[in-house]
């Protein structure tokens, strides 16, 4: 059974730091790009960042690129989110969720998800 | 502000017909693959549609997508109870050296 696991939300000042995990089992994990997807309360789905399934390609949202960095290590089926100059409106329910393929650009199919790790900025 | 376009709310009785629709421009609608996803209060989303108009497995045939030009819909047939949710479209845009774009979502509701 494919399964996603995500952790290491908190509450965290603002401008600080924060790294997610998003831990993997049931696929072959190098075949797969991975993304992560945000929710602020109340609100919508946001696009985070998506990684290609070898690690070397990255895309974010404008809205935190330069401040979040996605990374992968296949050999321990994990996938990263490493946050850092954090602002009150990044608090939100991280998910992490598998792509279709392993490209970035054509893994548009996010299935499954996980269930989310909540990430407060706050002071 | 979404990029994507859709109504915040559609609703109807059991049985009939929903359109949700999803409205875009040709660097994400026109020029990519339209999924949709479901979620229910307090839980993680699903993948409903992908690539436009594929269900993937698991997924009712009460549930059927389509693509022309810049817009998309998803239709849901045959509307039910525990169909209430959030449904949201979402493509890749060619714009910004590629991100991925979520539509704002809308809440059906049966009456």
């Known amino acids: 059974e494919v399964q996603l696991s995500e952790s290491g939300g908190d509450l965290v000042q603002p401008g600080g730091s924060l790294r997610l995990s998003c831990a993997a089992s049931?696929?072959?994990?190098?075949?797969?790009?991975m993304a992560w997807v945000r929710q602020a309360p109340g609100k919508g789905l946001e696009w985070v960042s998506t990684i290609g399934g070898g690690g070397g390609a990255t895309y974010y949202a404008e809205s935190v690129k330069g401040r979040f960095t996605v990374s992968r290590d296949n050999s321990a089926n994990i996938v990263y989110l490493q946050m850092s100059s954090l602002r009150p409106e990044d608090t939100a329910l991280y998910y992490c969720a598998r792509g279709d393929t392993m490209i970035v650009v054509t893994a548009g199919a996010f299935d499954p998800w996980g269930l989310g790790t909540q990430v407060t900025v706050s002071s | 502000q979404s990029v994507l376009t859709q109504p915040p709310s559609a609703s109807g009785t059991p049985g009939q017909r929903v359109i949700i629709s999803c409205s875009g421009s040709?660097?994400?609608?026109?020029?990519?693959?339209v999924y949709w996803y479901q979620q229910f209060p307090g839980t993680a989303p699903k993948l409903l549609i992908e690539k436009n108009d594929q269900r993937p497995s698991g997924v009712p045939d009460r549930f059927s997508g389509s693509k022309s030009g810049t817009s998309a819909s998803l239709a849901i047939s045959g509307l039910r109870s525990d169909d209430e949710g959030d449904y949201y479209c979402a493509a890749w845009d060619d714009n910004l050296s590629g991100s991925y774009v979520f539509g704002p979502g809308t809440r059906v509701t049966v009456l």
């Open positions: 040709s660097s994400n609608i026109g020029n990519n693959y």
């Open positions: 049931g696929f072959f994990f190098y075949s797969y790009a």
